[in-house]
């Protein structure tokens, strides 16, 4: 149990650390109209169920929790870093950042953490039913 609940420490980091440059990265693609921002977002996605995948591996039905908890923990710190996100993007130009985007806050949580916290939660316990299922011979009575 100890392992899983290092290994969850250590999942939230990598999920805060490359959520929060996500969003970095976001902004930035957005000032520059590369038009990346959904690229950027879906492999921040991609990432938080594969942490959770691993975690529903590592732990099993324990691990699933885990994950759900590591994706609750990881947005909620990416959320509360948000306007951070943003003033570190506009490091390079102020002012051009403040006259497209204007006046940033966070958005509401509700909507920022559903799809995170729905995607792992549902990736990792398929992950631990299909791990099950595998062992699973039906023609053995």
Do not use: H
């Amino acid at each position: 149990m100890g392992s899983l609940i290092a290994l969850t420490l250590g999942c939230v980091v990598a999920a805060v650390i490359f959520g929060f440059g996500a969003e970095v990265f976001s902004f930035r693609s957005v000032y520059k109209g590369l038009g990346r921002e959904e690229l950027i977002q879906a492999a921040r996605l991609f990432v938080y169920v594969a942490l959770g995948v691993l975690l529903a591996f590592r732990g099993g039905w324990p691990g699933v929790l885990a994950a759900i908890i590591m994706a609750v923990v990881a947005t909620s710190v990416e959320w509360a870093l948000y306007p951070f996100a943003y003033a570190w993007a506009a490091i390079e130009d102020p002012a051009g950042y403040a006259e497209k985007f204007g006046s940033v806050g966070r958005p509401p949580y509700a909507y920022w953490t559903t799809y995170d916290i729905l995607g792992v939660g549902i990736s990792a316990a398929l992950a631990q039913g299909l791990r099950l299922v595998a062992n699973v011979n039906p023609r053995d009575l």
